[in-house]
């Protein structure tokens, strides 16, 4: 049989009449590693993640809180890419719907009875309209919530997977498509001219599952998982530096404007970019405000005004579509935020004496701090 997997058009994309599955969460991504004793021994012994079960194929990890059976699948292969981008649904009934809604669209889609991989039962895998390897699932092996198991701690304990990071071509059309799956814009960056940057959406009450960074894709810009506390992250950076593996460290450590969490950017051994992340908001009700940043305010992705190293903004890993093929890259036709910021002729502002109107109201007293400063 042949098949053809949509690749990313201009044009929106239509509210399908069919409702979305109720997504609870971010649940775990699969990424295929080209060198697997050599991801492990990133994702195991230095960041701790904890093996559920593994073969000569594939490890299945899973971070310190986690119930389910695993948080991030590696799987050996021959080019670096993501496989899936997993969400859990409420209940076995909504793969039905994922199934609807994705036709609908004129998705590929593929169902699996027994799962795509050990420890989940029924599945749903598609293309999704922008490109990406997306699966649903509810049913899934339990396993030991290692919460209380002081003894495995490590300094940097990895608790639990907080988010995806997708890099898209058109941010505001792939938002509107996020949202018809039943998401909510939590926090983005714009310009005065109608560009959106990149935004941050959410199924569970904090600020993101998923985010949609500008730039040329589908692409898969990071995964982010969580520790309880910032000196965590102090660790991870100390025992990096201790095992002579500070060059992995790509972004950080520091404070996010956006999501206000402290974060820091690891690149693991096939360059798929990893976030330790911590410490957002409480997003949970129905009218919870979107904070909408100025992509020229120096503060939005760092709030000390560290800047942003060019890579962050342009190496991502390929995603693969369901016949495990990289999906083809189509490019950014709106400007690119590392061009209108950092680039040759990009501006930002750290006070508002060079942007007055852009400063919220809610920020006018610091600023006058900062002024007599
Ligand atoms: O999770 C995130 C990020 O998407 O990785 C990046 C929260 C905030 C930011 S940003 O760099 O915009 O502060
Ligand atoms: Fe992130
Ligand atoms: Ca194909």
């Known amino acids: 049989m042949t098949t053809t997997d949509p690749i990313p058009t201009a044009g929106s994309i239509p509210t399908p009449a069919a409702p979305p599955p109720d997504i609870l969460r971010s649940a775990y991504m699969e990424l295929v590693v080209t060198d697997l004793a050599a991801s492990r021994a990133f994702y195991v012994d230095v960041l701790g993640l904890v093996v559920t079960e593994e073969d000569d194929d594939a490890v299945y990890l899973r971070s310190l809180e986690e119930f389910i059976h695993h948080n991030l ?11 899936a981008f997993s969400y859990r649904v409420r209940s076995p009934e909504e793969l039905d719907r994922a199934v609807a809604f994705y036709t609908e669209l004129g998705c590929r889609v593929e169902r699996r009875a027994d799962g795509f991989t050990r420890g989940v039962g029924d599945s749903v895998r598609v293309t999704d309209p922008l490109g990406f390897p997306y699966e649903f699932f509810y049913d899934v092996e339990h396993v030991e919530r290692l919460a209380w198991r002081y003894d495995l ?36 960056i714009r310009d005065d001219e109608g560009t959106t940057y990149a935004a941050w959406m959410r199924r569970k009450p904090t600020v993101h599952d998923t985010a949609m960074t500008g730039g040329d894709g589908p692409r898969m810009h990071h995964v982010a998982f969580a520790t309880h506390e910032k000196h965590n992250i102090i660790a991870i950076c100390d025992k990096l530096g201790a095992l002579r593996l500070s060059d992995r460290i790509e972004r950080g450590p520091g404070r996010h404007g ?9 690149r693991d051994p096939d360059g798929h970019r990893v976030e330790i992340y911590t410490q957002d908001y409480y997003t949970g009700d129905p009218d919870n405000p979107v904070v909408t940043w100025d992509v020229h305010d120096n503060q939005r992705r760092d709030w000390w005004g560290n800047p942003v190293v060019p890579s962050w903004y342009t ?4 995603v693969l579509d369901l016949d495990g093929d990289p999906q083809p890259v189509a490019a950014r036709t709106d400007t690119s935020e590392m061009a209108v910021t950092i680039g040759a002729d990009g501006f930002s502002y750290t006070r508002p004496e060079d942007d007055a109107d852009a400063l919220p109201s809610w920020k006018q007293g610091e600023y006058k701090l900062g002024h007599q400063l």
């Not at 190496?315 to 390929?318: F, I, K, Q, V």
């Open 153 to 188: 701690h490590t300094p940097g304990a990895l608790v639990r997977l907080d988010h995806f990071n997708q890099v898209t071509p058109d941010v505001a059309r792939a938002v509107r498509y996020m949202e018809d799956l039943g998401f909510r814009v939590t926090e983005d």
């Open 73 to 83: 699948v590696l799987r050996k292969g021959p080019v670096a890419a993501v496989a």
């Open 315 to 318: 190496e991502a890993s390929l």
């Open 258 to 266: 956006v999501s206000n969490a402290f974060y820091l950017y690891l």
